[in-house]
């Protein structure tokens, strides 16, 4: 009975360990991928001018993106000069 409660642990702790080193690894593969699709994601654009939409009016939508932390400052600055130039 002692061999078969030895084993019984034995097996148990060597499943636990594969199973934590497998969920480190599936954690380490999930944010490199995360991060690979974020580099690889073009970055958002501020929306082609309305006809009416005068230059003022994209200028603060620019600059409420900015806010919002959907562009940084070289996304705005590149959007802003497209704007003004």
Same mark, same amino acid.
């Given at each position: *009975? ?7 642990? !034995?097996?148990?702790?060597? @499943? ?13 593969? @999930?944010?490199?991928?995360?991060? $690979?699709? $974020?580099? $690889?994601? #073009? #970055? #958002?654009?501020?929306? #082609?001018?309305? @006809?009416?939409? @005068? !230059? *003022? ?10 806010? $919002? ?17």
């Amino acid at each position: *009975m002692p061999g078969l409660l030895r084993g019984m642990a !034995r097996v148990a702790v060597v @499943s636990g360990t594969a199973t934590a080193a497998s969920n480190r690894v599936n954690r380490r593969q @999930s944010a490199r991928w995360a991060a $690979q699709d $974020q580099e $690889q994601a #073009p #970055p #958002p654009t501020a929306a #082609p001018a309305a @006809s009416g939409e @005068s !230059r *003022m009016d994209q200028l603060k939508a620019l600059g409420e993106l900015k806010a $919002q932390g959907v562009l940084n400052d070289a996304e705005f600055e590149a959007e802003k000069a497209r704007i003004l130039g």
